[in-house]
């Protein structure tokens, strides 16, 4: 099948991993002490972030000096901003800093500094972490960091074309959701995931948002997927001026997070901080594109206070789950040719409590939904609970695809994903490939080969067919069977053949249960 052989380019694994990531966490976790993960995580993430924007700034620095004699102003800061580089004061210079690491004052050091850089670029004024001074920072292990920080590279030109930071902050928060649980993942999401989302939606241009986003993996990974098709597409190559980013976070220290993760990408973004059911700071905004990440099964989302929410079109959620509020969120902040691609917890397929069956018919019956993937266990670091896929789409019939309206894909990937290590698997970039093509066929892209049912991995459903299941979107119940090949044996041969393997099987069992016996008669425990 055409779909099947359709695959990404590059390497097979989506790992962060660069070789170094696993010594700068050991030594990194070293110095933590009695420190809790969610504390801990923006020490060292802000030094990183720390390194990063010094790199950057000095070699944009040497190329000024390489310049004065044309004009060029080393000490003005409009010279790195319009570049998208930050303005990093003295006092925040890595060299100024290793200079001093093994210094006592060395926490205060990096407390200046961070208080610097927020001076000095007013988009980050409260944003980093001024905790270096504190007493259970270990400072001889806090200089020691620092020295190992200091030889990678992290934001000169040729770490930035390969993503250096992205992949050792991938790596890190990993660890961190690790390290703190069901808590810690409420804000990372795998590589592979978001990556998948993306590829899956095609952002190239319009208004992107995410509800509840985290460390903004979404957003960073809709940029590179634009910068990694800018030659063509239909986004004519303006990879940062085609879209515009809208995110909440209702954590603080997260929120304070994603503007870091943003702002060392150059990345502009409205990212509000508050609780997009009770605080939505955007109430009138509508999206081309919505990608989200949802904490699973809320219990304790105040449900009961917004009974009469304009936003419960398809139904009131109930206020012991707010997946159907998520659902529903987002629904109610997509444009009239909107679409969207976010995870939920597998029970959002198939559960009928209070009431969330019903909201889901309805949101069907309303032919929103498009795609339904099942997914691989063991992709997340938070939980163990199942996940999957929801993309939906305002308006199934226009000019960009063919008319799908009283359709839906379903796709079963729960067999992809190798593990990587004891607990954790990823998709591969092969994977990620071929279930984005998938979609991209059966919804009519140009250039696309034609759309075919897979038995086993995907099935264009009618919603008739999809009523006689009760709306219950769960993939395995359309793919079917994987079709298995014929090996050219003769059915009856094959059974004759396995009777005989199958009685000689019980006689050798049956001389094995005798030997047994005999010898725990000998042993004096026989009858």
């Known amino acids: 099948m055409a779909i099947r052989k359709i695959a990404a380019a590059g390497k097979k694994s989506n790992g962060a991993t660069l070789g170094f990531e696993a010594q700068m966490w050991a030594a990194a976790d070293a110095m933590r002490g009695s420190m809790d993960p969610s504390e801990y ?3 060292v993430l802000g030094l990183i972030f720390l390194k990063y924007i010094s790199d950057a700034f000095e070699e944009q620095r040497a190329k000024l000096e390489a310049d004065v004699s044309e004009g060029a102003d080393p000490n003005h800061p409009d010279e790195y901003r319009r570049h998208n580089i930050l303005w990093v004061p003295p006092e925040a210079r890595w060299s100024h800093l290793k200079a001093q690491a093994k210094q006592p004052t060395i926490g205060q050091l990096v407390d200046d500094a961070m208080t610097g850089v927020e001076r000095d670029n007013p988009s980050l004024k409260g944003m980093l ?3 270096y001074a504190r007493p259970g920072l270990d400072k001889t292990r806090l200089g020691q960091l620092i020295d190992l920080i200091g030889k990678i590279g992290l934001g000169d030109a040729e770490s930035r074309s390969k993503d250096v930071l992205g992949r050792v902050y991938e790596y890190f928060l990993s660890q961190f959701a690790d390290a703190e649980g069901k808590k810690g993942g409420d804000f990372y999401t795998p590589q592979c995931v978001v990556k998948l989302l993306v590829e899956m939606i095609e952002p190239y241009k319009g208004r992107v948002y995410d509800p509840c986003c985290g460390s903004s993996g ?3 990974q809709s940029m590179k997927f634009i910068e990694s098709h800018a030659s063509g597409n239909g986004n004519g190559g303006k990879a940062k001026t085609e879209i515009s980013i809208w995110g909440q976070e209702f954590n603080y220290t997260t929120w304070r997070l994603a503007k870091m993760n943003l702002a060392i990408r150059g990345i502009d973004g409205q990212i509000a901080h508050g609780d997009s059911f009770h605080n939505d700071q955007f109430p009138d905004f509508k999206a081309d594109f919505i990608l989200a990440n949802p904490p699973f099964n809320v219990s304790d989302w105040n449900g ?6 304009k936003r419960w079109k398809y139904g009131v959620p109930p206020p012991s789950n707010a997946n159907f509020a998520w659902v529903q969120h987002i629904i ?3 444009a009239p040719t909107g679409v969207a691609g976010f995870v939920l917890a597998n029970g959002s397929m198939s559960s009928n409590q209070s009431g969330e069956g019903d909201i889901r ?10 795609c339904m993937i099942a997914l691989p266990g063991q992709l997340f670091y938070s939980v163990q609970i199942p996940a999957c896929l929801w993309f939906l789409a305002r308006d199934k019939h226009n000019t960009k695809f063919r008319d799908r309206r009283g359709s839906m894909l379903f796709i079963d990937a729960r067999k992809m994903g190798p593990l990587v290590d004891r607990t954790h698997r990823e998709l591969t970039s092969e994977e990620i490939a071929q279930i984005a093509a998938t979609y991209h066929a059966w919804r009519g892209e140009k250039g696309m080969p034609e759309y075919a049912d897979i038995p086993g991995f995907c099935k264009s459903a009618t919603l008739d067919e999809i009523r006689k299941h009760g709306h219950v979107l769960t ?10 090949e014929d090996d050219g044996e003769p059915f009856e041969e094959k059974i004759q053949r396995l009777t005989v393997t199958l009685r000689e099987q019980q006689t050798e069992a ?3 249960d005798a030997a047994i016996a005999a010898n725990l008669k000998e042993l004096g425990y026989g009858g």
């Open 304 to 309: 009961e206070l917004l009974k009469a929410d």
């Open 129 to 131: 972490p001024k905790e």
């Open 510 to 512: 049956a001389k094995l």
């Open 361 to 370: 018919k309805n949101i069907v019956e309303a032919d929103l939904v498009d």
């Open 41 to 43: 995580k923006h020490v």
């Open 475 to 484: 993939p395995g119940r359309y793919v079917g069977a994987e079709a298995q």
């Open 332 to 334: 109610y902040h997509l």
């Open 218 to 220: 979404m957003f960073v």
